[in-house]
């Protein structure tokens, strides 16, 4: 599946600090955010695509999910299609001897890690699309959400995200 709409970007100026052009001003390219598609929107894209319904779509995604990371949980690595493998990873401190290690006080966290396949996370059959800079504010507000749309449940509708 190709892309629907160019990438949006526009050019910021940066000061480098390291590097070939350090204490040079630069342009560089930052990629800008068309909105979001909520998971209910997602199931919906996907539905229309299959011979699922919209419930069926986030059950399957939901349930593939907490699978997954019961299996990583319990020492496994999942080969999660596409997207790549969730890996075990834990976070821990550091012990000069081993019969000083205790799990319990020196293990900080358990995660999983997404490894992510490099052949769906690179962008190659992208087109780009220049638009103006966001004007700076001072202060923070909330951003607009494409998430509060209703989801669509049934088959109207492009398939397209954004449309």
Request: hydrophobic share 35%.
């Amino acid at each position: 599946m190709g892309a629907i709409n160019p990438m949006n970007y526009s050019l910021s100026e940066r000061k480098l600090k390291i590097g070939k052009q350090a204490g040079k001003t630069v342009r560089i390219a930052r990629a800008r955010v068309r909105g979001r598609v909520s998971f209910a929107r997602f199931c919906d894209l996907v539905a229309e695509h299959t011979t699922f319904n919209y419930m069926e779509v986030a059950s399957i995604l939901n349930l593939s999910a907490d699978m997954a990371r019961g299996l990583v949980a319990g020492g496994e690595t999942v080969e999660y299609g596409r997207l790549g493998c969730l890996c075990p990873s834990l976070r821990s401190k550091a012990v000069a001897k081993e019969v000083d290690f205790n799990a319990t006080t020196h293990i900080l966290g358990a995660r999983v890690l997404l490894r992510p396949n490099r052949s769906f996370f690179k962008l190659n059959d992208v087109t780009f699309e220049r638009i103006e800079p966001r004007p700076q504010s001072k202060k923070k507000g909330k951003k607009k959400d494409s998430t509060t749309q209703p989801p669509n449940h049934g088959s109207e509708g492009g398939g397209h995200i954004g449309a």
